[in-house]
């Protein structure tokens, strides 16, 4: 069974960084594409980045480019999202994904529970 979580949420204040991680178990990491995608109530769970299986291409949300960097460690079965400048429009929850690579949520069959990002202005 393949278990993703989420870890490195919080409250920050704007212009702050956070470090999210997602730990991949029960199957070969590098098998993966792994992204993040975020969700405020009431609104779809949109896209913000992906990372390819072996790491050598990514892919964001133009809103978080520049500001954010998503990158693997496959002997860790880790994925990460590096979170800087953030802006009270981050406030989210954010969710780990493994599966295909894109931008659609089609594409991941896995999902972490999520874990809560809220920046204050």
């Known amino acids: 069974q393949v278990q993703l979580v989420e870890s490195g949420g919080g409250l920050v204040q704007a212009g702050a960084s956070l470090r999210l991680s997602c730990t991949v178990s029960?199957?070969?990491?590098?098998?993966?594409?792994m992204g993040w995608f975020r969700q405020v109530p009431g609104k779809e769970r949109e896209f913000v980045a992906a990372?390819?299986?072996?790491?050598?291409?990514?892919l964001y949300v133009d809103s978080v480019k520049g500001r954010f960097t998503i990158s693997r460690d496959n002997a860790k079965n880790t994925v990460y999202l590096q979170m800087n400048s953030l802006k009270p429009d981050d406030t989210a929850v954010f969710y780990c994904?493994?599966?295909?690579?894109?931008?659609?949520?089609?594409?991941?069959?896995?999902w972490g529970r999520g874990t809560q990002v809220t920046v204050s202005s």
């Open positions: 990372i390819s299986y072996s790491g050598d291409s990514t």
């Open positions: 029960g199957r070969t990491f590098s098998a993966f594409a």
């Open positions: 994904a493994a599966g295909g690579y894109g931008r659609s949520r089609a594409l991941y069959n896995y």
